[in-house]
């Protein structure tokens, strides 16, 4: 079974920085997409950054020009370095990737594309 397991987050002040990171394991192919999304509380979810295979990446206006994604694809990992943070910042961070693995139904294996999401991950901005 293909997961996504985040680490980092916490409490940040103010114009501190924090950085997030996220581990996809299984019986993976590929993956194409990964990114993160945040929802705070009492807003949607909303798409913070995101980076193709190929290194292409995409920020929100929010967080553009202090966030920071990248990944390593060898090791199945992406990160959010997360600067010049802002109260606006707190929010449940969501790592997800869309990726191509094998997956077993029943007793025998299928490739599938799936969009995997983690758990999720508190940030809390306070000073």
């Known amino acids: 079974q293909v997961q996504m397991l985040e680490s980092g987050g916490g409490l940040g002040q103010p114009g501190g920085s924090l950085t997030l990171s996220c581990a996809a394991s299984?019986?993976?192919?590929?993956?194409?997409?990964m990114g993160w999304y945040r929802q705070a509380p009492g807003k949607e979810r909303e798409l913070v950054a995101d980076?193709?295979?190929?290194?292409?990446?995409y920020y929100s206006e929010s967080v553009k020009g202090r966030f920071t994604i990248s990944r390593d694809n060898a090791k199945k990992t992406v990160t959010l370095e997360m600067n010049s943070l802002k109260l606006d910042d707190t929010a449940v961070y969501y790592c997800?990737?869309?990726?191509?693995?094998?997956?077993?139904?029943?007793?025998?294996?299928?490739?599938?594309?799936?969009?995997?999401w983690g758990q999720g991950i508190l940030v809390t901005v306070s000073s």
């Open positions: 997800y990737a869309a990726l191509l693995a094998n997956q077993r139904e029943d007793a025998s294996w299928y490739v599938r594309n799936l969009d995997v």
């Open positions: 299984g019986s993976i192919i590929r993956i194409n997409g």
């Open positions: 980076i193709a295979y190929g290194g292409d990446t």
